[in-house]
């Protein structure tokens, strides 16, 4: 059985602990605290400061490791240290929060320059009124055409596999089973 590291990114309030906690297979280590700066939040009563932790069994030959990172800005030294050793990542995007564009490209950007491993977009909140579809999401990010944008819905259990399933079918021919 071959574990795999994945890196759960994206800006803050986009879905990141909720689609770890969606499909782990494992009691989801989190640290999540109250936010303590007003404003920082608004409806949000916790944020991430360190991590999420999940895991979940892919196929017979693949468990993921999922590692989830903060959101706020005040904690992106967390994003050198998760990195380390990583397979691959998802950028979770909440499709409907234009004004977290911005942050969702600086993110990328950030960790697609690190090392060069398989990434998905994942573009969450897709049940909620006014979310760009993916196809609108990858240009409003302008992210090439080789960039996968896929639908989201972190709440939702099959979902969260269909992006995850994506991204494992980016495993390099010698990782892969069959």
Not at 56 to 78: A, C, N, S, W, Y
Not at 87 to 108: C, H, K, M
Not at 118 to 137: F, H
Request: net charge neutral.
């Amino acid at each position: 059985m071959q574990r795999l590291k994945i890196v759960v990114t994206g800006p803050f309030g986009a879905g990141k602990t909720q689609f770890i906690n969606t499909i782990s297979e494992i009691g989801v280590v989190t640290t999540e605290r109250r936010i303590s700066r007003s404003g920082e939040g608004g409806a949000k009563e916790l944020t991430t400061v360190a991590m999420d932790f999940g895991q979940i069994t892919i196929d017979e030959d693949h468990v993921l490791d999922l590692f989830g990172t903060p959101g706020q800005k005040r904690f992106d030294f967390m994003f050198s240290i998760l990195s380390q050793g990583m397979w691959g990542f998802v950028v979770v995007v909440d499709s409907s929060d234009r004004g977290s564009y911005p942050q969702a490209q600086e993110i990328l950007e950030f960790f697609d320059g690190l090392t060069p491993v398989p990434y998905v977009v994942a573009a969450n909140k897709q049940d909620v009124r006014g979310a760009l579809p993916p196809y609108q999401l990858g240009k409003a990010l302008h992210l090439g055409p080789e960039v996968r944008v896929l639908p989201c819905v972190a709440s939702d259990r099959s979902s969260v596999r269909k992006v995850l399933l994506d991204l494992v079918s980016s495993l390099p021919r010698g990782t892969r089973s069959g």
